[in-house]
């Protein structure tokens, strides 16, 4: 069983955040969704300090092994997520973790308090791909506003605080580090890479809001290398993440230096990746290729 910030995990595979809705799914498959939930841990959609209508469609854009999104982080806000999504998300089997982003210290404070404070959460995500509006700067790219940031948060809770690193930076391992000064529990990553598709007919952006991130496969590769290196300048455990849709690919993960790993956009091509990836990481493992019966071919 693994452990992660002392909290005990059945299997290493959660979900990334904002790529498996549990309501919906709980609408959709009723209590068999309870009976036999794909991740060992559930990580909610990014939620903000106010409700968020997110971006006008088109939000989404296929490419070649993977796809952009420019979704817009659409929420309820704190208060309707406290109220309404986070009672349905408490009955869920599997530890809670809390995705909160804020575009100021102060309104981040808010946040990991009135999160924090409530029971069913196990560990709060800081989801540091937004600008301080202060600064300006987009905290997840500056070391210096990570640690500020880490600084003010963690003395309001003793859950642990994991910082979901942006991969759009030049040295990601160098947020890393900043993060771990500040106090951060862990890492995770990695987010999405920005990109840009265009309609080759009309010429215009495929997307709506001109950009957005790009995730599933193509991204792997670049995930391992920043999670290597991310792996390598911390004492913190990371959660590995990006184009992760098979217990291979997640052995792949580990190797690099993740605790954990997260599976997202996988799961909207098959919502049972999580047990899936999870079945067959037992089977890659050394460990568990050690406890397979030898094939007798004769
Ligand atoms: C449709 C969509 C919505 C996402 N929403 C969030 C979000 O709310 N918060 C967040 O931290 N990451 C969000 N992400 C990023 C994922 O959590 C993950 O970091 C990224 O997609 C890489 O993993 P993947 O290639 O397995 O999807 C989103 C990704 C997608 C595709």
Not at 165 to 193: F, H, K, M, Q, Y
Not at 226 to 248: D, E, F, K, N, Y
Not at 273 to 289: I, K, W, Y
Request: charged share 20%; hydrophobic share 50%; net charge negative.
């Amino acid at each position: 069983m693994p452990e992660f910030c002392g909290i005990s995990l059945a299997h290493p595979v959660i979900n990334a955040s904002g790529t498996f809705d549990a309501i919906a799914a709980r609408r959709v498959y009723g209590d068999a969704l309870l009976a036999d939930f794909p991740f060992s841990a559930f990580v909610s959609k990014t939620i903000t300090p106010e409700p968020r209508a997110g971006n006008a469609p088109r939000r989404i854009w296929e490419t070649p092994a993977g796809m952009i999104n420019s979704i817009g982080l659409p929420n309820k806000g704190l208060e309707g997520f406290l109220a309404e999504d986070l009672p349905q998300l408490a009955e869920l089997p599997v530890p809670l973790i809390v995705s909160v982003m804020a575009t100021g210290r102060p309104e981040f404070a808010r946040l990991v308090e009135a999160v924090a404070d409530r029971e069913e959460v196990a560990a709060i995500e800081l989801n540091v791909s937004c600008p301080n509006v202060h600064s300006g700067l987009i905290v997840g790219e500056a070391p210096a506003e990570t640690e500020a940031l880490l600084e003010a948060l963690r003395p309001l809770t003793a859950k642990p605080l994991i910082v979901k690193l942006t991969p759009n930076v030049a040295d990601p391992a160098a947020v890393a580090v900043a993060a771990e000064s500040g106090g951060a529990d862990a890492v995770s990553l990695i987010n999405t890479l920005k990109a840009s598709a265009f309609d080759p007919l009309s010429r215009e952006p495929a997307l709506a809001a001109g950009h957005g991130g790009l995730s599933g496969p193509a991204v792997r590769p670049v995930a391992l290398q920043q999670l290597r290196s991310v792996a390598a300048a911390i004492g913190l455990p990371a959660i590995g993440m990006g184009g992760i849709g098979s217990g291979a690919d997640a052995a792949e993960f580990i190797a690099a230096g993740a605790a954990l790993v997260a599976v997202g956009t996988e799961s909207f091509r098959d919502p049972r990746a999580g047990s899936r990836v999870a079945a067959e990481l037992d089977f890659t493992s050394p460990q568990g290729a050690a406890v397979q019966p030898a094939l007798d071919l004769d």
